[in-house]
C-alpha cells in the first residue's frame, strides 16, 4: 500500500474502478480508500475519474458509488478534482461490456485525459 500511496502522491491522474455491490462500491474499493488515510492530505492536483460498472441497467444504481467518491475528494486538497466518469451498466456476465456504448466512452475519456 505504501508504494501505491507513494505513486498516488506523484500521479497528476488517478483513475478508480469498482463495480457496485448493493448500490455501494466494493468492499475492496471501501477499503483502499480507507487505507488511504495516512496520505490523503498529501494529494494535490490531482484529475479524478471512476468507471462504475455495475449489472442493473439504470443509472441510480451508481448514485451511492458516486457519493461515496465524492466524499473521499472532499476530503483531499480543494485542487483535487473530480474530471469525469463511465458507468457501465447492464453488465453482470463476463464480456456484456463489449456491446455497451460504455466501452466507446471510456475510451474517448481516457483519449481525451
Do not use: H
Amino acid at each position: 500500500m505504501d508504494a501505491i500511496l507513494q505513486q498516488m502522491e506523484e500521479a497528476d491522474v488517478i483513475v478508480m474502478s469498482t463495480p457496485v455491490y448493493y448500490y455501494s462500491m466494493a468492499g475492496q474499493m471501501k477499503t483502499f480508500l480507507d487505507r488511504s488515510y495516512s496520505k490523503y492530505t498529501g494529494f494535490k492536483n490531482k484529475e479524478i475519474y471512476y468507471i462504475i460498472s455495475a449489472g442493473a441497467p439504470f443509472e441510480d444504481v451508481a448514485d451511492t458509488v458516486l457519493n461515496e467518491f465524492r466524499g473521499w475528494i472532499r476530503c483531499c486538497d480543494s485542487s483535487v478534482k473530480e474530471k469525469g466518469y463511465v458507468l457501465g451498466l447492464g453488465v453482470y456476465d463476463k464480456g456484456d461490456v463489449k456491446d455497451k456504448v460504455s466501452m466507446q466512452e471510456a475510451y474517448e475519456l481516457g483519449k481525451n485525459i
